[in-house]
């Protein structure tokens, strides 16, 4: 479904994002992909749909190299992959309903846009992804007055509204309290499951990527360290990924927040 | 452990604290210097005098003229008219002119984002008295200079303020619409003017309780408005009259600051 050949990215400051990843997603596949700050996870995703330009390499969605397009026919095809981003990134002060529409942003024209004249379709289709996402009662709330987990759903249901081939997922939970990143990873890989969708996740928190994800990928400065089932990820594979560092898990540690990888089994958070 | 004792932190060091002193005593000394330049043409006498002038005019002031005030209900509405219609007028010019001016939306950083800004400067760098004084010279006196010249000059305020606005945006929001596939001008309409659209409000409507202001003087120069009946009166030295035009200013421009809260209230 997606290939990535040979992927690389070097900042204009010199600084190497991305060297040489090359990485094959099949239909329906959630993979996380974790490692440090700045190993270059928010770099892949955003490489993919070209939100970064990749310095070189390809990046095959089907059979379309996404690095060779026009602007235009770049555009186009955005609108088969769906993106979610860490802090919502919802149009604060669209309503709901608004931001969910803005999903067919690539399939109205301007006009229709500009005055809100979507297809019948597609404001039925945006009614049942609220309700699929549980947020049908907020359709006309403005998004800046839904809590996080809410407003990450509102997220969802806009990437699912393109009707995509692939799903983006930078940090879906970092903003969000234990329990609504469960409840919000459920709903994805539920999703993904229902549509047989394939996603990449970037995800911090290794129990929660271990808990939802069938493959996992870590990332190393800019490269691929690992990549396999999660139930591979070991103390040694862990410190291939991170550095050294004591693994196991220590319930008086202070600084849990920001050494992610130190953080207890879920359950034990959660209890 | 080393030792540490309390005595060791200071909040700044002797070197700094040294040159604080001495930038504080140039000041000082500046200030006594400048003092002694202006006061060397100051005719005392006249200074020893102003209270007496002060309470003559005001004497001539009272009590206000307020025979006069149904006469200036047509330049009042006039001032009002200038004030407004420029504002828009400002406003119209000065969006295209912030995009342009914009680092995130500037279509060309080299040759247009210059030249926008230059339009920005020029228009801020001129009083709308000076725009005024120019305009009636070319088009001649009346209403449409006044409009013009605060139109001219709202440009660069409201451009600037606007401009500054837009680069403040929340990148991650046009990140997300753009990721969608749309297309540029989806972009601005979706990701950006959502989120100025508090921001070109509420510089619109701060420009527009200035305009008002800056209205009622145009007619000093010609360009129609309150400022026409007190140059008249000034030239008479009719100060009962001038008395009723000011607070009628006054009164005109409290209202204006109240509208303008309440618009201001409304939208954020």
């Known amino acids: 479904m997606l290939k990535l050949n040979g992927l690389s990215k070097t900042y204009k400051t010199g600084d190497t994002a991305l060297s040489d990843v090359s990485l094959d997603v099949q239909k329906g596949q959630l993979i996380g992909l974790i490692g440090p700050s700045g190993a270059g996870k928010s770099t892949l995703i955003r490489c993919i749909n070209r939100l970064v330009e990749p310095s070189s390499g390809e990046v095959w969605l089907g059979d379309v190299d996404l690095v060779k397009l026009s602007r235009s026919e770049l555009r186009h095809q955005r609108r088969r992959i769906g993106m979610i981003f860490q802090e919502y990134a919802l149009v604060e002060r669209l309503t709901v309903m608004e931001n969910v529409l803005s999903g067919r942003l690539g399939y109205v024209s301007f006009w229709r846009s500009w005055l809100r004249r979507y297809e019948p379709r597609d404001i039925q289709r945006a009614y049942e992804l609220l309700d699929r996402v549980g947020l049908l009662q907020h359709a006309d709330k403005r998004a800046d007055a839904l809590s996080g987990g809410q407003r990450q759903r509102v997220g969802i249901a806009r990437a699912l509204m393109q009707d995509p081939d692939l799903l983006l997922v930078d940090e879906p939970t970092a903003s969000l309290d234990p329990k609504t990143s469960r409840q919000i990873m459920r709903l994805l890989t539920e999703i993904c499951a229902e549509r047989d969708l394939p996603a990449i996740v970037n995800i911090h928190d290794v129990p929660l990527a271990q808990a939802f994800m069938q493959r996992i990928v870590g990332l190393r400065a800019g490269r691929v360290v690992f990549d396999g089932a999660p139930d591979g990820l070991s103390e040694a594979v862990l410190t291939e990924i991170y550095g050294a560092e004591d693994w196991n898990p220590v319930g008086n540690d202070d600084d849990a927040d920001d050494t992610p990888v130190v953080v207890p089994k879920v359950a034990e958070v959660l209890a | ?268």
């Open chain 2, 1 to 268: 452990m080393t030792n540490i004792s309390s005595s060791d932190w200071t909040y700044r060091t002797p070197k700094h604290r040294l040159f604080l002193w001495l930038g504080w005593f140039a000041l000082v000394a500046l200030f006594v210097w400048c003092w002694r330049i202006m006061s060397q043409d100051t005719i005392w006498a006249f200074v020893w005098d102003a209270p007496a002038q002060a309470l003559d005019i005001g004497s001539r002031m009272t009590p206000p003229e307020w025979g006069y005030l149904p006469e200036l209900m047509k330049p009042l509405w006039d001032t009002l008219n200038i004030a407004t219609l420029g504002t828009i007028g400002g406003v119209l010019i000065a969006i295209p002119v912030a995009f342009l001016a914009a680092r995130n939306t500037t279509p060309s950083a080299t040759i247009l984002r210059p030249i926008a800004l230059f339009i920005i400067v020029t228009s801020r760098s001129i009083n709308s008295l000076i725009w005024a004084l120019l305009l009636v010279a070319i088009i001649g006196p009346g209403l449409l200079a006044g409009i013009i010249a605060i139109a001219l000059r709202s440009i660069g305020f409201v451009g600037k303020l606007l401009y500054e606005a837009i680069e403040e945006t929340d990148p991650r929001q046009i990140e997300a619409i753009t990721a969608t596939g749309a297309a540029p001008t989806q972009v601005l309409t979706y990701g950006i003017v959502p989120q100025i659209m508090p921001a070109l409000w509420s510089i619109s409507v701060f420009r527009w309780d200035i305009n008002i202001r800056e209205s009622a003087i145009l007619g000093l120069v010609g360009a129609g408005g309150l400022g026409l009946k007190m140059n008249a009166s000034l030239a008479i030295l009719a100060w009962d009259q001038v008395l009723v035009i000011l607070i009628l200013i006054l009164a005109t421009v409290v209202v204006s600051e109240w509208v303008s809260a309440q618009v201001r209230k409304a939208i954020i």
